[in-house]
């Protein structure tokens, strides 16, 4: 069975600093990984994933299938950036959109 | 357009009675999932519909828990005989055809006194 692991529960910096929240995974196939994220009062939503290869709000993040990580990271964190961030896993064939959750992580970008 | 919307919002409920939490997604979207978020832990996947094939139901945690979808519209989730350890928010997300991306609902947080 699919495992994602996101070791930090929270996460402070400071704005205008680099930031980086932390996903690994355990699967042995070839997932998908996605960034999910809710900010205050709102839906969790789709924040990236890793098929795309595209920068969202200043956020990227690489697949690395050797460390089995797929790290999210911002090199100049905003304010705004202040949220809960879900690292998720979709095995694919016949687990298709079935979403493995990490336990999330608390960012707060302080002023 | 509106976005997936679930009700109630909040329910709290004695032990032992049964609970019906409703999720309509957004129209159009042929996939529903239904997840369970403990708190501080993650989602945790419940069940999926597909259009008109079976559900995918092996996430349900007890026969205490079951849904029925509509078509492509409203689905339930009822847990009977609730327990406290059934406390949670209880998230439906929806998504179109042959794309990833899952629109989540608001949730509906449910509290087993």
């Known amino acids: 069975a699919q495992r994602v692991t996101q070791p930090e529960k929270l996460l402070s910096v400071f704005k205008g600093a680099p930031v980086e929240l932390k996903c690994n995974y355990s699967y042995s196939g070839s997932p998908e990984l996605f960034w999910y994220v809710q900010y205050s009062r709102q839906r969790l939503q789709l924040l990236l994933r890793h098929i795309s290869r595209e920068s969202i709000k200043g956020f990227t993040a690489d697949l690395n299938k050797g460390e089995t990580s797929f790290h999210l990271k911002k090199p100049f964190a905003q304010e705004e950036d202040s949220a809960m961030y879900y690292c998720?896993?979709?095995?694919?064939?016949?687990?298709?959109?079935?979403?493995?959750f990490g336990q999330g992580t608390i960012l707060t970008v302080h002023p | 357009g509106a976005g997936v919307s679930q009700s109630p919002s909040n329910k709290v409920t004695e032990k032992g009675k049964d609970v019906e939490l409703r999720c309509d997604p957004i129209s159009g979207h042929t996939a529903l999932y239904w997840y369970r978020q403990r708190l501080g832990q993650g989602l945790e996947f419940l069940i999926y519909f597909q259009g008109n094939s079976a559900p995918d139901k092996s996430g349900l945690p007890s026969d205490r828990f079951s849904a029925e979808r509509t078509g492509e519209s409203v689905s339930t989730l009822t847990i009977q005989r609730t327990q406290q350890e059934d406390s949670a928010v209880y998230l439906c997300a929806s998504s179109p055809p042959g794309q990833y991306e899952q629109y989540f609902g608001p949730g509906t947080r449910l509290t087993v006194t």
């Open positions: 998720a896993l979709d095995a694919g064939g016949t687990s298709y959109g079935k979403l493995t």
